[in-house]
């Protein structure tokens, strides 16, 4: 899939804006500040219908505007769409397919990317719940209908957790509360089949992280994958990271849980819920569930996190980024996703530049913003335009 053409209206600080982009790299260059991240982020919002760096659409409307339109020309197999989409400050967003509307959850079936910034550090170094949503987004992406059933879980864990607080707040006892049992039975049901989906997902993602590390890093430090299940035992946000408490390797109760499928997902969560039932209603919260759960990431035997060196970092965060893009691929139609490096090389010694660009290059068509042209090597420099506050200023420029 190749995005031909980009057009921003009120969006962010583009008052207006069209830019022609072609398959395999291209360049974003521009001084910090200036909208190079604003124009990547556009395309990406068409693909999860939300931004890696804020949680409200507001925020990506030009201000004193009333409205945002993003619109991306895509191409793939001869075939041309013209996906639309307005976010507005009042009422509902809308979407167009071709000039027809659609509805706007049926945005991500016609482009597929995949983005890589600097804030995804934290899925090496930040909390669980920043890699528990990594997991999911790429579910959606890869099969959209899982989004119904992380929404309903969503619901019940709401309806369930005021249940549970209400309770506390009467003082109801353990064995007066038939209304909870049938929320469990709605939890488990939708729980276990996330826990499933996840942990083929996470079993699909090991070889390719390993491959990426490697070929971003240059040497095998033994990247490695793992599920910590809150049914099994695990609960890394009650307790903190045990495995890097503990000093250990990806041993802490709970791991591994990844190809574990819904039917022992179910037994075991109702066991849990079982077992919990008095500690719940003394917190007022579910304590078990894909909500608690992680995944952990291990170099050299040892959890990334807390030990990993920066650079060790940036790369592996870098090969989760490239083994999504690589699992995508694979099962796609559509062709490749698009692939979105947002303000990387900057980070990269003169080696990971390279080795970088030559993991990138058969990917079908590659966004890169940068604020220095000379951080970004030249292979992926053939296509550049240049922005400066909210503007195109410059196209195709030779190094």
Do not use: C
């Amino acid at each position: 899939m190749i995005v031909s053409a980009l057009s921003l209206t009120d969006f962010r600080n583009y008052a207006s804006a069209e830019v022609e982009l072609v398959a395999g790299p291209n360049l974003f260059v521009g001084s910090n500040g200036q909208g190079k991240t604003n124009l990547v982020e556009s395309l990406g919002y068409l693909s999860t219908l939300g931004s890696h760096r804020v949680s409200t659409e507001q925020a990506m409307i030009r201000q004193g505007a009333d409205a945002a339109v993003i619109r991306a020309r895509l191409r793939h197999d001869g075939r041309e769409l013209l996906l639309e989409v307005q976010l507005n400050r009042a009422g509902a967003n809308r979407a167009m397919l071709n000039r027809n509307e659609i509805k706007v959850r049926e945005l991500p079936r016609y482009v597929s990317t995949v983005l890589f910034a600097p804030e995804d550090l934290a899925l090496v170094r930040g909390e669980p719940a920043g890699r528990r949503r990594f997991l999911d987004e790429l579910l959606v992406l890869r099969t959209p209908r899982i989004s119904g059933v992380i929404a309903d879980y969503e619901r019940v864990l709401r309806q369930r957790n005021s249940l549970l607080k209400s309770a506390r707040a009467s003082g109801v006892r353990e064995g007066q509360l038939g209304t909870l049992e049938v929320w469990d039975e709605r939890l488990v049901a939708l729980g276990s089949e996330l826990i499933e989906a996840r942990g083929r997902l996470v079993d699909e993602l090991r070889p390719e992280v390993s491959a990426a590390y490697i070929a971003v890093a240059g040497d095998d430090h033994r990247a490695a994958l793992a599920s910590r299940l809150s049914i099994l035992g695990g609960d890394p946000d009650a307790d903190g990271d045990s495995s890097v408490a503990t000093g250990g390797a990806l041993s802490p109760a709970g791991v591994d849980g990844a190809g574990i499928d819904a039917t022992e997902a179910a037994v075991r969560f109702r066991e849990s819920l079982d077992r919990l039932r008095r500690s719940e209603l003394d917190r007022g919260v579910t304590l078990v569930g894909p909500h608690r759960d992680d995944l952990l990431l291990e170099l050299n035997g040892m959890p990334a996190r807390g030990y990993a060196s920066h650079g060790e970092s940036w790369s592996f965060a870098l090969a989760l980024k490239l083994a999504s893009a690589a699992v995508l691929r694979r099962e796609s139609t559509a062709g490749d996703p698009v692939l979105i490096l947002d303000d990387v090389f900057a980070e990269l010694d003169e080696s990971r530049r390279t080795r970088l660009a030559e993991a990138v290059a058969d990917f079908e068509q590659v966004l890169i913003t940068a604020a220095v042209f000379g951080d970004v090597p030249e292979r992926l420099a053939h296509h550049t335009v240049r922005i400066e506050a909210g503007r195109i200023v410059g196209g195709e420029e030779d190094r």
